[in-house]
């Protein structure tokens, strides 16, 4: 399952995705926020691909590997993550530091959100957003979707935004 958009290839993971991803995780800024992330080390950026590999034959959505088309380069990972016991379908997004201020979250979300509603049976879509990340809350924002409760999830407060079907 591959998506394009003008400047993005959001394709499915594959072995070789470890080592960027595993390279953008390094940065303290880009996990900042984030609730669940790679374990340390290549290995456990192997096992992260794993899973979202697995989500995908599990769920039948899942998240994508995001390339920048003029680089070639991966510059994150975007899309659907609703292991079990999880509250919802929710969108997440993580796009290299290098890479920021430069609209590819908005467009990758963007793209993600259009196959969901093409794709997935759920009426809502949620994304659990850490108060202090601003930006985040910006781009959640920007694409559609809005406040609707405060709550813990993996032992860290977060705030809950989400968009209807349209």
Not at 64 to 83: H, Q
Not at 89 to 98: D, M, P, Q, T, V
Request: neutral net charge.
């Amino acid at each position: 399952m591959t998506l394009d958009t003008p400047r993005l290839t959001m394709r499915l993971p594959v072995e070789s995705d470890a080592a960027p991803l595993h390279a953008i995780h390094l940065d303290p800024e880009v996990v900042r926020f984030i609730q669940v992330g790679p374990k340390p080390g290549v290995t456990g950026a192997w096992l992260s691909v794993a899973s979202i590999i697995g989500h995908w034959q599990l769920r039948g959505y899942g998240q994508w590997t995001v390339v920048e088309k003029a680089s070639n380069e991966v510059i994150g990972r975007v899309g659907l993550w609703n292991p079990a016991g999880w509250p919802g379908i929710e969108l997440g997004w993580i796009i290299a530091r290098s890479r920021w201020r430069r609209g590819y979250a908005k467009e990758a979300t963007h793209a993600a959100l259009e196959w969901t509603w093409q794709h997935v049976d759920t009426d809502k879509v949620i994304s659990m957003i850490h108060p202090d990340n601003v930006a985040s809350l910006q781009l959640a924002a920007a694409i559609g979707l809005t406040f609707e409760s405060t709550t813990v999830a993996l032992g860290k407060q977060v705030q809950v935004y989400s968009i209807a079907r349209p």
